[in-house]
């Protein structure tokens, strides 16, 4: 089964420290990986995706994801924190043809910026 | 539409009373899927569509729950005899097609819906 884990519940940055939010995969064959976030009250955001190539993918906002085959990370980051980064962020891969290769969601983390 | 829309954008309703969700996917998006939002369940997927047609309706969580698509855009989520425990956000997305998966979803903003 196609899946992401987010191992941290909430992580606490200082405004312009940099930031990164942690996610490792587990598929069978190619990953197709996605960056949410989600602010109060809303729906989920695309921030950035992993296909194929580059492993530094560049997304909204300024954030940033590393993909690595060999310790199958996909780690989000962000040079500079701001306060209104805090949200909640969500790691994903595609899952497989009898779900419609809908999204599979790790838990979630919380991010607080102060 | 610019977007995924979701009505109503909350909903309290009675136990045991029947709930209908809506959700009006992006124009052109043959791709619609159906998730859940549970404090503590994280986000759990419960359905999708390719055009009107839902291949495998297992991940709804009870014959209570139902969902239809008609026309390829509209869909509908309806839960019967709503329980407590059917709490939670029920989140729509739409994409172009369920065999893109490179393309990401896109997100309404959710029924918040609340058994009392």
């Known amino acids: 089964a196609q899946s992401v884990a987010q191992p941290e519940d909430q992580v606490n940055v200082a405004e312009g420290n940099p930031l990164t939010v942690k996610c490792t995969y587990s598929?069978?064959?190619?990953?197709?990986l996605f960056w949410y976030v989600q602010y109060p009250n809303r729906g989920l955001q695309f921030l950035l995706k992993?296909?194929?190539?580059?492993?530094l993918v560049k997304g909204s906002y300024g954030f940033e994801a590393e993909f690595n085959k060999s310790q199958t990370s996909f780690h989000l980051k962000k040079p500079s924190a701001l306060v209104s980064d805090s949200a909640l962020y969500f790691c994903a891969v595609r899952g497989s043809s009898n779900s419609g290769y809908a999204l599979n969601f790790g838990k979630g983390t919380s991010l607080l910026v102060t | 539409g610019a977007g995924v829309s979701q009505s109503p954008s909350n909903k309290v309703t009675e136990k045991g009373k029947d709930v209908e969700l809506r959700c009006d996917p992006i124009?052109?998006?043959?791709?619609l899927y159906w998730y859940r939002q549970s404090l503590g369940q994280g986000l759990e997927f419960l359905i999708y569509f390719q055009g009107n047609s839902a291949p495998d309706k297992s991940g709804l969580p009870s014959d209570r729950f139902s969902a239809e698509r008609t026309g390829g855009s509209v869909s509908t989520l309806t839960i019967q005899r709503t329980q407590q425990e059917d709490s939670a956000v029920y989140l729509c997305a739409s994409s172009p097609d369920y065999r893109d998966r490179v393309s990401p979803l896109h997100f309404g903003n959710g029924t918040r819906l609340t058994v009392t």
């Open positions: 124009s052109g998006h043959t791709a």
């Open positions: 992993y296909i194929t190539g580059d492993n």
């Open positions: 598929v069978s064959g190619n990953p197709y």
